[in-house]
């Protein structure tokens, strides 16, 4: 018998991977299939994606594995991996996450497939732990202002470089980096400043300082090296000089160091890593941005506020959202889009465990480790080189720094090797006397000697400066003082969970966002020690896993892509936007074409878009777009042509943000490069190419891929995300370098962004396959054009494609309803609370329309769920067409419901209860409540609240 026969039995009996992570069976797509007219899946295929550009042969990816055999994969794969106990520091430091917040925060679902709190009615859990980390952050670094993340410590400092530009009086052109700085945080800030025509200066702030010669300068705190410097006196001159000041501060050492607010400083950065997330090669981490009060409408990133809802009741929203990048477009001066949500809700959470108390305990548990550590040194005769520190040193080893690392690297231990004649230890929160003998016995491994050492070593005074010993409280909202036992913890944490919809429990139907699955399987290797417990500046020996991990996953998204080289460095999409245009800005220069500096961005682009474009220095002219929503080649083709040789690019999004395939993508890269220009094509909607068309094989020149749409990896609140690029062979060359070793180019802190979240993407990848992958598109293809279909004779569908046809996702427009009741799309948007629903995206691209995409990941039944809520929701406005009831009357209007309202002794609307709170459709088991009325937008931003409010604000109405 024919083996492959014999062995059929033996096939896995489970459904392949690719029918788990598809919503509907093979009857449900029949239906739809009937539904939308189309007689095939390939024939709707053959409708929607223009023939042009259509891949005809597979992407080269394989078969799908089946779960078990993947996660063996990747077992063996992360075995490769060598932990060792890493003390190299530099803003990477070994962290006790705590199990309790591990398990039900970092591993649930509830809180990582949520998406960012742009409804805030359905986001008040998250914003309640976003605005419990501002608090601490603010706090902390003795500052009025924080901001709800940023990506990493060095894209922060970057943000606060930008920042002092705009906020200084000072006209110099340079800004001072000292040069006890992290250097991975100077190779970010280089890559910044060079576009913008800012001047680098690093020096010794207390000895190289020429306060005029610049707008504004970021001090280390504690420096890389471990010394403590006081920064008052640099910071007087620059302030004398009119000039802003950034300090990169620990917000570990900040618990018993003085904050950087108090010493002047006008603004603070930094990593919360070591607040409970581990090291994961890089990231995910949540950076901080704290300012004075006097900067807080000038701070990038989002900033969630407390405003209050239509009962008066204190609700928290995001606060001061036209000064982000979709509103501000070119004029933003941050492109920051996703952030780090999920790992900032962890950090916050790691210091409600532990209070102030507890925290300012762990810090000095660390300093006397260190203490003890230098001690031992000096004992030893080893000369420590730094005088006052908190938690790192500098050591001299007279040449010997090879020998130190080996016997280090033999023992489980990595040091930081600053040169031959000195090397770096940072000690954490996991040390042990242990590991401090170990340290020891690297310089002297006489054991005898070391014993004699130990026993004569008297207890070491503190080493922190006394100058800076910290006075100013800290963490005493009783947020801060309230969840210390487990229990309170985990009921804390449920708490906050249960007010908010995720996709856990909820289609989000949201444009442009790809909330899809993020299966269980894909998110187990996050927390595997293999992955997690790697510092990014590790010897490569030690990541042999990730090298092939790293190699596997660009393997596969040039695959999947058809481009020749991909940098898996930007730890969001918009990073990849920016480092995509540095390479082309790079490429144009090496040409000697350094003049071309017009971006071309049509009217519908997504606003970080032209924000980055601007953070290159490029001049950003807008496109029209058609009647059709498709770019208007006319007018492009004048905008080429009064560019001439300085057209540097278009950006386009493909398929559009109108959801459509625009034929004419062929001709608009043709016409682009015809007169010397780079096509920068925005993968955000790759869901839509994945196994139809490569981007890379049509005429792009260079794409991001936002990993968390796409490529499984979940939204998490609001991040962490990765957005890779992937570029033809002649960019290739100005991909990001290494940024601790000044590579050109980098944009983050660390070689591979937030790598410990790339096993996510690689095992989705690796379960789907190259039919698997191809399925997925075309459901998801399939599902937006069946919503399209269904809701087309109650909302008219905006843009089509030629064949009448939406791709992935479809914009239905709301204005005539507007023009014609008064009713709004929020009111829209918030009457789907009612039933359930996450709204789609609301007014982007277009203003007054909604954008769903419902992906592959929904069945027939919950897309039928959602277009009945639709059209229930039509029926109530079709009663104010009529005269039954005013817009104001309405139950739209009043959106959403909550127990209070049901609970209120004083209904007197035009409707009754129950339509009201439950309206059809809804099954009172499973109703959803959300914890907040509508909230007031205008009242949170006319009255700046970004930090937790008293106690006393939240005493209940007497309903
Ligand atoms: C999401 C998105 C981006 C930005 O990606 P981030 O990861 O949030 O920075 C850019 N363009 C489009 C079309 C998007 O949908």
Request: charged share 20%; proline share 6%.
């Amino acid at each position: 018998m024919h083996s492959s026969t014999l062995w059929r039995t033996a096939r896995p009996a489970a459904e392949s991977f690719c029918a788990r992570h598809v919503g509907p069976r093979d009857g449900e797509v029949a239906a739809m299939l009937e539904a939308v007219g189309a007689p095939s899946l390939d024939a709707l295929m053959e409708q929607t994606v223009p023939a042009a550009i259509r891949l005809r042969g597979a992407m080269g990816l394989g078969e799908g594995l089946t779960e078990p055999a993947v996660l063996a994969r990747l077992r063996a794969i992360a075995g490769r991996n060598r932990v060792m106990t890493s003390l190299i520091g530099q803003g990477y430091y070994g962290t006790v996450l705590p199990g309790v917040i591990q398990r039900n925060v970092l591993e649930n679902p509830a809180w990582y497939t949520a998406y960012t709190p742009y409804q805030p009615e359905i986001s008040q859990g998250r914003l309640e732990a976003l605005l419990n980390f501002q608090t601490m952050v603010a706090d902390l670094t003795g500052l009025d202002v924080a901001n709800a993340s940023l990506l990493d410590e060095a894209t922060a400092a970057a943000e606060a470089m930008a920042l002092a530009r705009r906020v200084a009086r000072s006209k110099a052109d340079g800004f001072f980096v000292d040069a006890d700085c992290h250097p991975q945080t100077l190779a970010v800030l280089r890559t910044r400043a060079e576009p913008m025509g800012w001047r680098i200066i690093v020096g010794d702030p207390d000895r190289d300082l020429d306060a005029e010669a610049v707008f504004g300068a970021l001090l280390q705190y504690p420096g890389s090296s471990g010394q403590v410097r006081d920064p008052r006196g640099a910071i007087a001159r620059l302030h004398a000089a009119q000039a802003v000041v950034a300090m990169a501060a620990d917000p570990l050492a900040l618990t018993v160091l003085e904050a950087p607010g108090v010493l002047g400083a006008d603004i603070a950065v930094g990593s919360m890593q070591r607040y409970g997330m581990p090291m994961g090669a890089g990231g995910p981490h949540a950076a901080y941005m704290a300012v004075r009060d006097a900067y807080k409408r000038n701070i990038p990133g989002r900033l969630v506020g407390v405003s209050v809802d239509s009962r008066g009741q204190p609700a928290y929203r995001l606060a001061l959202q036209t000064r982000e990048q979709h509103i501000r477009r070119e004029k933003a001066t941050s492109n920051i889009c996703t952030a780090q949500v999920l790992p900032a809700v962890i950090s916050a959470m790691y210091a409600l465990y532990h209070g102030p108390d507890g925290l300012a305990d762990i810090a000095r548990r660390v300093h006397g480790l260190t203490a003890i550590l230098a001690a031992g040194l000096r004992a030893l005769s080893v000369r420590v080189v730094t005088e006052y520190f908190f938690d790192t040193i500098t050591v001299a080893t007279s040449g010997a720094s090879g020998l130190v690392r080996a016997r280090a690297e033999e023992a489980g231990l990595n040091l930081r090797i600053v040169d031959a004649d000195h090397v770096g230890i940072s000690l954490d929160e996991t040390t042990t006397p242990e590991i401090v003998r170990a340290v020891w016995r690297c310089f002297c491994p006489d054991a005898r000697r070391l014993e004699e050492m130990e026993r004569a070593l008297p207890e070491p005074g503190g080493a922190l400066p006394p100058g800076l010993l910290r006075a100013s409280p800290f963490m005493t909202h009783p947020v801060f003082h309230a969840h210390r036992s487990e229990t309170d913890m985990l009921r804390y944490l449920r708490r906050l969970a249960d007010r908010d919809l995720a996709l856990d429990r909820t289609m989000i139907p949201l444009g442009s966002c790809t909330m899809k699955l993020n299966a269980t399987v894909e998110m187990m290797p996050v927390t595997w020690p293999e992955f997690c417990d790697i510092h990014p500046y590790a010897p490569s020996a030690q990541m042999e896993g990730y090298a092939v991990l790293f190699d596997e996953l660009e393997r596969m998204l040039k695959a999947v892509s058809g481009y020749d080289a991909v940098s898996l460095q930007p730890n969001s999409g918009a990073q990849g936007e920016y480092a995509g245009l540095l390479a082309i800005r790079a490429y144009h220069r090496a040409r000697g074409e350094g003049g071309r500096d017009i971006c071309l961005i049509p009217a519908s682009a997504h606003g970080t878009n032209p924000a980055s474009a601007q953070m290159v220095g490029m001049r950003v002219v807008v496109v029209a777009c058609d009647a059709q929503g498709n770019v208007d080649i006319g007018d492009l083709k004048a905008r080429i042509a009064q560019s001439g040789d300085r057209l540097a690019a278009i950006m386009i999004t493909y398929p559009s943000t109108h959801g459509v395939f625009e034929e004419s993508v062929v001709e608009i890269c043709d016409l682009v490069h015809a007169a010397g220009g780079q096509v920068y094509l925005d993968g955000a909607n790759m869901n839509a190419q994945v196994g139809l068309s490569r981007p890379g094989a049509f005429g792009a020149d260079v794409s991001h891929f936002n990993l968390h749409k796409t490529f499984c990896i979940p939204h998490g609140g609001g991040g962490p995300g990765m957005g890779p690029i992937g570029v033809g062979a002649h960019l290739a060359p100005f991909l990001p370098g290494v940024p601790q070793e000044g590579g050109a180019n980098a944009v983050s802190a660390a070689p591979y962004g937030s790598a410990a979240v790339l096993p996510i993407s690689w095992t989705y990848m690796m379960l789907m396959g190259d039919a698997g992958l191809r399925r997925a598109t075309e459901i998801a293809i399939l599902n937006s054009n069946y919503v399209a279909s269904r809701l087309s004779g109650h909302y008219p569908v905006l843009y089509r494609g030629t064949n009448g046809r939406v791709a992935h996702e479809c914009i239905i427009d709301l204005r005539p309803i507007k023009d014609a009741t008064g009713i709004t799309v929020d009111d829209v948007a918030k009457r789907l609370i009612d039933h359930g629903f996450h709204a789609p995206t609301v007014s982007f691209p277009v203003a007054g329309t909604f954008m769903i995409e419902p992906t592959e990941s929904e069945n027939k039944a919950e897309l039928d769920r959602f277009c009945d809520a639709m059209i229930a929701i039509r029926a109530e406005i079709a009663d104010i067409e009529a005269g039954v009831l005013s817009a104001e009357e309405s139950p739209l209007r009043h959106a959403p419901h909550t127990v209070r309202d049901l609970a209120d002794p004083a209904w007197e609307r035009a409707y009754d209860r129950r339509r009201g709170c439950l309206p059809s459709g809804v099954a009172a088991a499973d109703k959803y409540w959300p914890p907040v009325n509508r909230l007031d937008n205008a009242y949170g931003d006319r009255n700046l609240v970004c930090a937790c409010p008293d106690m006393a604000s939240y005493q209940e109405d007497a309903v």
